[in-house]
Every structure is written in C-alpha cells, then in structure tokens.
C-alpha cells in the first residue's frame, strides 16, 4: 500500500505569549502513518496536540522544531505548494459563506483555484451529487442544517480531486443524526478510494475509522485497528465506587491482597481489567460488604484503552491546544 502521510518524531513549540510565560510544547516526538484509502483518526482529548498536528499537516502552520512530516511524495515544510495539491481540507470553524447558495460557495472556491468556469461546472456537479446534496445546490447555506452545511463544507474541499481529505473535528455541532449521515459520507468516499484523516475527541468515532492514533501530551500512546487496540486488555473493565472517597486507596489494595490482581485508583473509583468479570462482582462485593458503593463491567473500549496507556482518566488536557 502507499503511504498517504508520513509523520516521524514531530515536534512543535508555541512561542511564550507573554513575558512572563514559557514556550509551550505541544508535538513531542509524535509519529504516525496513514495508508493509502483507509480512514485513519486522530483521537484524543482536547489539548492534546490533535489540531496542531492537522495544522502542519494542511500547511497552515510552518515547523518550529525538528521532525519529518509527508504527505505522499511532498514535504510539508519544504514543498508545501505540492502538499496543498494533494490535500482536501475541512477545518473545524464553517468556511461557507451563509448569505451564498451553496453554488455560489462552490463555484468561489473553484475560481480560487483557478478553475475556468466552463471545467468547474461538471467537477461542480459531480461533488454535489457525491454528497448527497444536488437538490439543495441553489439554497442559501444559511437556510441549511448542520449536517447539509458540513456536506457543503466536503464538497467545497473536493473540487480539486484531491488524494488526501484533511478534517479538523468535522462532527463538531452535528446532532447523532447528522453525524450518521456525516459517516455515511465518508464511507462512501472511501469506497470511491480517497484517504481521509480525521481529528476528533469523541471515542465513538475512533471506534468507526479503520484505524486509529491515540494521542495526548502531543504524543501517540496507542495505535492500530479499534479492535486490535482493544484486545490488548484481554478482559473485561470492572469499575468499583468506593462508599467514600478516601477509602477508594484502601480498597484497591484490599482487592490486590484479597484476588491478586492490579486495581488502579482514579478519584473515589478504582479500576480493574480481569476475565469473567461478571464473576468477580458478587465475590468483591461480598468480600467487602459495605465498602462498595457501585460496580459495573463491560467489555474494552477505546477509553479503556487510553487509561490503560496513560494512567488516567480521558478529560481535556491542562492546556488547550491551539
């Protein structure tokens, strides 16, 4: 298969804002790679370096600090014109225009490009159809749901026939259904043999993309198919709520003593990764009658997998990412 992007041992520092502030690091030595045609996603919590990243990568944002970063045969810090000629983008913030139809907005972009109009009305109209939304090409965005609009927003980025498709958070402010729809989109895409490479914090949608990059601290702690990522805790997740939180230290380690096995703490809670799960609740409640508050099981998750990795809890960062 082709490698579509190429990212080796990034680094990016955002320069102190203020005197009395530090240059803040947000890429540390992060790497990855993404195939040719699959959907690969970028996933972790906000401030974690994930928009950074999409920044260097659609070439909006020039290098501070070492490292490599491709996207195909193109370098995105030496030949960032031959990047941009293979890359479709779709930023987090609307980029249509509300008081345009979605034509308009289209064919605005197309003459950006420099296509004439005569070759932008047939690559107009095929991105219209693709999406789903050649019907609604002579009403105004504005008028538009979330979900029509971000179809506008993708088909806007494809009028260049790109090989890559570059998306910042593209379900930010869509409701379950237009997210279904957004999804669908980008299935169909895929079938069509585009590569796409998405941010997102939201768990269920690393769960969809073919392949997933945890990352955090402006790191990557995880990488590989969800399943794969998943079968690495080889069980189920107990989670047990201590009666009270203080006592949440105490009882991890009465449940190491009394089962041998690894119990971690996060805040009142303690977390246990342990096959039959559903045969160890009654025997811990019952070891400890009163010291159990709550206690659930289920199978592994992708959150499961970033506290296993990390060691805490999936919350924003300290510092938000730029």
């Not at 190429?6 to 947000?26: G, H, I, M, S």
């Not at 909006?60 to 983008?89: C, E, H, Q």
């Not at 109009?117 to 002579?138: C, K, Q, T, Y």
Request: with cysteine; glycine share 10%.
């Amino acid at each position: 298969m082709t490698t579509a992007v190429a990212v080796d041992r990034l680094n990016f520092t955002y320069p102190a804002a203020r005197r009395a502030e530090k240059p803040r690091q947000v890429l540390n030595d992060l790497s990855l790679k993404v195939e040719s045609g699959e959907i690969f996603g970028v996933l972790g919590p906000n401030g974690g370096g994930k928009t950074t990243l999409f920044r260097i990568l659609s070439t909006s944002l020039s290098a501070t600090n070492a490292g490599v970063a491709r996207v195909f045969d193109a370098d995105v810090f030496s030949d960032p014109s031959g990047v941009r000629r293979r890359i479709g983008v779709v930023f987090q913030s609307p980029s249509l225009d509300g008081k345009l139809t979605v034509i308009e907005n289209l064919r605005t972009q197309a003459a950006l490009y420099g296509v004439s109009a005569s070759e932008a009305e047939p690559v107009i109209a095929d991105a219209l159809a693709r999406l789903g939304i050649a019907d609604r090409a002579d009403d105004f965005v504005e008028k538009l749901s979330g979900g029509l609009q971000r179809r506008g927003e993708i088909a806007k980025s494809l009028l260049h026939k790109p090989d890559l498709l570059l998306m910042d958070e593209p379900s930010t402010g869509l409701d379950p259904g237009a997210r279904r729809d957004l999804w669908e989109t980008l299935r169909a895409l895929k079938a069509r043999g585009m590569t796409i490479l998405l941010t997102t914090h939201l768990m269920e949608e690393g769960e969809r993309c073919d392949r997933v990059a945890i990352v955090t601290g402006g790191k990557v702690v995880a990488a590989g198919t969800p399943s794969e990522l998943k079968g690495r805790i080889g069980g189920d997740v107990v989670w047990i709520t201590a009666a009270a939180a203080e006592n949440a230290a105490t009882l991890a380690g009465q449940l190491k003593t009394k089962f041998s096995i690894d119990a971690q703490v996060h805040d009142n809670s303690v977390r246990i990764e342990i096959r039959d799960g559903h045969r160890f609740i009654p025997l811990a409640v019952e070891a400890f009658p009163g010291a159990i508050e709550a206690i659930t099981v289920g199978k592994p998750t992708l959150e499961d997998v970033f506290v296993r990795e990390t060691g805490r809890r999936y919350t924003s960062e300290a510092e938000g990412d730029k």
